[in-house]
């Protein structure tokens, strides 16, 4: 049976549908709880389900993290306004596109929480198949959104089938 203990989420095309939040200019408002806009008058929106699947992670006693290339100081902003950042243990937004980096540094911070999550306990979920050759090499599980799974409730639906397989 593989136990998931660990559920790490890409941002940009993954959660929301605006492709590089860090184009964006502060500051947000809510339009509702899954839409901000930026100062241009730009939106980005949550995709359906994500709220919703990250509170059932959440109450399956899953750990939740966040690995986006981005710059830090405008998406933190963007979590926020949108209320996500309470989900996530550990966010992990840096400015460059080595997701395998943001993946140990992420393991690491949970070690240092006196965590120890094994690779196979850990599902990455990136919108893109180039991060998945940097994490697949840890033994991690890839989930490419919008091609293995069409939605944040099959997502759900695969990390439960996952886990009852003997």
């Known amino acids: 049976m593989t136990k ?23 500051p947000f408002r809510l339009e509702n709880e899954d ?9 980005l929106k949550l995709f359906p389900g994500v709220r919703e699947v990250l509170e059932k992670l959440r109450k399956k006693n899953k750990f939740l993290a966040v690995a986006s290339w981005n710059k830090y100081s405008k998406v933190i902003k963007i979590l926020k306004a949108l209320k996500l950042d309470r989900f996530f243990d550990v966010i ?12 140990l540094k992420i393991l690491g911070e949970f070690r240092k929480r006196g965590i120890l999550i094994k690779p196979n306990e850990v599902i990455f979920v990136d919108d893109r198949e180039l991060h998945k ?22 997502l759900l639906e695969f990390i439960q089938r996952l886990e009852s397989k003997n």
């Open 133 to 154: 050759k940097q994490v697949v090499k840890f033994g991690v599980i890839f989930v490419q959104m919008w091609k293995d799974v069409k939605s944040f409730q099959e």
């Open 4 to 26: 998931i203990r660990l559920v790490i989420f890409d941002l940009d095309c993954t959660l929301w549908d605006h492709d590089d939040a860090s184009t964006l200019r502060p």
């Open 92 to 103: 992990c937004i840096e400015d460059h596109p080595f997701k395998d980096n943001m993946l």
């Open 35 to 43: 839409t901000i806009i930026d100062a241009n008058g730009i939106k």
